[in-house]
């Protein structure tokens, strides 16, 4: 079974600095997904960005980046210049096909102004 | 963009009762719906995937027959909790795309609170 791991419960940023949330995932597969969602107070799922593991190139989307090392079954979240708004629950997520999901434990994220 | 939405936000009922909600996508046709549920500062975990005019697959420790799932079209799943206790009080999710290879949208979720 694939399982999906998140150490870190809680992170806290100064704002406008840098900030790397962890996630760790275990497969046997060499095809699938990994994402990272944020979970503001809404409840709402929101897509911060997408890896799929057959692409070297770490995916970026905006102040958004990953650092995907396969064979270490890492795939961590740098977010830069963080903002007040980046505060949130954060979920990182594996897939075999894009669409049924399991996620980690997810990290609280608290931005300092 | 694509847009799930779940209806209703909160329900309350009392032990015993069913409860419904539905799960729609407004502007695109879903074969695969996901319902996922969520407790206090805890993660999401996939409850079953609901396909159209096809059966549920069910997550293993998911009672089948406490939470029906019917998916009666392209647009539509629904999640019923029956003879809901108060440990079924949660928060429930559901996530649509429209093909495998795009996006996955996720409804605003309902919070279900049994007395």
């Known amino acids: 079974a694939q399982t999906v791991t998140q150490s870190q419960p809680e992170m806290s940023v100064q704002e406008a600095e840098t900030v790397t949330l962890s996630c760790t995932y275990d497969?046997?597969?060499?095809?699938?997904?990994l994402f990272w969602y944020k979970q503001p107070p809404s409840r709402q799922m929101i897509l911060v960005i997408r890896?799929?593991?057959?692409?070297?190139q770490n995916a970026t989307e905006n102040r958004f980046s990953v650092n995907f090392q396969k064979a270490a079954k890492s795939f961590s979240l740098k977010i830069s210049d963080s903002q007040l708004g980046d505060a949130a629950m954060y979920f990182c997520?594996?897939?075999?096909?894009?669409?049924?999901?399991?996620f980690g434990a997810g990290t609280r994220l608290t931005v300092k102004p | 963009g694509a847009v799930v939405s779940q209806h209703p936000s909160r329900v309350i009922c009392k032990s015993g009762t069913s409860v419904k909600i539905e799960c729609r996508s407004l502007?695109?046709?879903?074969?695969?719906m996901f319902w996922y549920r969520q407790f206090p500062k805890q993660s999401l975990m996939l409850m079953a995937t609901?396909?159209?005019?096809?059966?549920?697959?069910?997550e293993q420790g998911v009672e089948k027959d406490k939470f029906l799932i019917n998916h009666a079209s392209l647009t539509l799943s629904t999640l019923t909790v029956t003879s809901a206790h108060p440990e079924d009080s949660s928060f429930y999710i559901c996530?649509?795309?429209?093909?495998?290879?795009?996006?996955?949208?996720f409804g605003s979720g309902t919070q279900l609170s049994v007395l």
């Open positions: 497969t046997s597969e060499s095809d699938y997904y």
């Open positions: 996530s649509a795309s429209r093909s495998f290879n795009e996006k996955l949208f």
């Open positions: 997520a594996y897939s075999l096909d894009n669409n049924d999901m399991r």
């Open positions: 609901s396909n159209e005019g096809s059966k549920a697959t069910y």
């Open positions: 502007d695109f046709q879903a074969t695969t």
């Open positions: 890896q799929e593991a057959y692409k070297q």
